[in-house]
C-alpha cells in the first residue's frame, strides 16, 4: 500500500501542477487578447489621439495585476485603413528557469466619418 502511495502521489501532483500551469497560461492569453481589444477600440476611434490605442491597453495590463509580466503593447495604426494591436508577453509559471510566452493581434478598420 505504501509502496502504491509512493509511486502515484508524484504523478498525481505532476498532473495537478500542469493543470495550475495551463491555467495559467490560458488566462494570460486572454488578458493579452482583452488588452488588445481594448487598444483596438482606443485606436479606432474616430479622431482618436495618436497612440491612445497603447494608453488604454497599457492602463488595462496594468489592473489587470500582473497577470502577464514584461507586457509590450505595440500600436500599427496607418492614416487609413486598418487599425493593428499587437500585445506581448511572458506567462507566469511555477517551473523555474522555463518561459511561456503569448502573443495576440487584433486589428479593425479605423472609424471615418463619413456625411
Do not use: C, K, N
Not at 500542469?18 to 481594448?38: C, D, E, K, M, S
Not at 506567462?91 to 510566452?101: D, E, Q
Not at 503569448?102 to 471615418?112: F, G, H, I, L, N
Request: overall charge negative.
Amino acid at each position: 500500500m505504501a509502496l502504491d502511495v509512493a509511486l502515484i502521489f508524484p504523478v498525481v501532483l505532476l498532473m495537478l501542477f500542469a493543470l495550475i500551469q495551463g491555467a495559467f497560461y490560458f488566462h494570460a492569453r486572454q488578458v493579452a487578447q482583452h488588452a488588445a481589444q481594448i487598444g483596438v477600440d482606443a485606436e479606432r476611434a474616430y479622431d482618436a489621439a495618436p497612440g491612445s490605442g497603447t494608453v488604454a491597453a497599457d492602463a488595462f495590463l496594468t489592473r489587470a495585476g500582473g497577470s502577464l509580466s514584461h507586457p509590450v503593447v505595440s500600436v500599427d495604426a496607418p492614416a487609413s485603413g486598418q487599425v493593428s494591436v499587437l500585445v506581448t508577453g511572458d506567462v507566469i509559471t511555477m517551473v523555474p528557469g522555463w518561459t511561456l510566452h503569448v502573443t495576440s493581434r487584433v486589428q479593425a478598420p479605423r472609424e471615418e466619418f463619413t456625411p
